[in-house]
């Protein structure tokens, strides 16, 4: 490997050396998995009764969640610990994300990824609670409250947990949205005035997204929209914040360190120790020199210009012809 521009202090990697880096990436992604689904597996149907008690707790007296499928008693708690060993896994592939793309990033980009990481699985979980504690109850009760009488409500266990699943991963990725803002706004591909001009186009946006991922009532779809649109407008302010605070910090390094920095980038692929300064002056010299000679010759030209016209075959009336190599008489 050889020293690479960009970053700076970085080494290039080739492509098989990309690819073993994302293969260990995800075997470790994956161990993780593992490992959390082993622990959450023999607790799978005290799990499932937790998850389940949201809607339980609207079901009518003497009814109960039932099982259509053969296999629905034994695939659905398995189900829950594999998807939940997945969900409580997402901090670390979060962090072998960061620590994938690290190389490609500066050192000032380096120092964000702890905060992000911290702050993106917090908000990650916070979606999933949202969704547990808020939004359930109030989804089934309204849901359950609108059934036609003499209709009991027996939902399929594989069902609910597809719902449930559905809505917790939803909540989880939508309160992702500032730290998508920020990193928007740090990397410098749009500013902050820009995110506050677009806010009406995110509000539809947002409960767009909301019709998308919750079910057909509007209560889920408010209550998902909403937060996606106030977390929209606080990673708009926080990254505004950070912007303000960061030109302060590179104006005194500018000023304490260099004027002006070379852009020495690809110096690395110069591999000859040619003194260019040089190289350039003599070939100036030389131009020079051609320029003088050449005016030496223009000059030389019009000097002999006169003693070198060409012979004339036609004469005027009153001029008699002359022999070039005779010479005058005198009186």
Known sequence: ????????????????????????????????????????????????????????????????????????????????????AIYFAMPIMFYQVWRFIEPALYQHERKLIGPMLFFSSFLFFAGGAFAYYVVFPLVFGFLSGTAPEGVTIATDISLYLDFVIKMFFAFGIAFEVPIAVILLILSGMVSAEQMSHARPYVVVGAFVVGMLLTPPDIISQTLLAIPMWLLYEAGTLIGARLIKHRKPEQDTDDDTEQDFEFDDRYADQLDDDTDWDKAFDEIEDSFDRLEKEQQQRQKSDTDSEPNNQPNSDTTTPNEKPTDSNSTPKTP
């Open 1 to 84: 490997m050889k020293p690479s521009a960009l970053p700076p202090n970085d080494t290039e990697m080739t492509l098989v050396q990309h690819l073993l880096e994302l293969r260990n990436t995800v075997t470790k992604t994956i161990l993780a998995i593992l490992v959390i689904f082993v622990v959450l597996f023999p607790f799978a149907n005290e799990i499932y009764t937790y998850i389940s008690e949201p809607l339980s707790r609207f079901l009518p007296d003497g009814t109960s969640m039932i099982a259509t499928g053969v296999a629905s008693p034994f695939l659905t708690p398995f189900k829950l610990s594999l998807v939940l």
